[in-house]
């Protein structure tokens, strides 16, 4: 007996939001990595995530999310001031959404 495989349609938002990723830095010069993430959206609900390994040390005072489509950067920053000492966590992840 022979069985068919079908496969689930992808969503419209992988061919859009798949190219795109995002670039952490803060002005202590802290390296973050991004560990995962994913994508997701059917037309007009769409949603990215990154997760990020590392967190902002207490000494830094900005981090500047720069935004990268297919490898290049697309000029486009977000720049964050922290403002208060960031208490020590048990798991060091910055989560973008």
Partial sequence: MR???????????????????????DDVGTTY?????????????????????SYPPSEAETLTLEFIVSGTPAGLSCVVEL????????SPIIRIS
């Fill in 3 to 25: 069985t068919k495989q079908f496969l689930a349609p992808q969503m419209p938002s992988n061919s859009i939001l798949e190219p795109v990723k995002g670039n952490i830095t």
């Fill in 33 to 53: 990595i991004c560990v995962g993430g994913r994508v997701g959206g059917t037309g007009t609900d769409w949603d990215a995530t990154w997760i990020y390994n």
């Fill in 83 to 90: 403002q208060e000492s960031i208490p020590d966590l048990v």
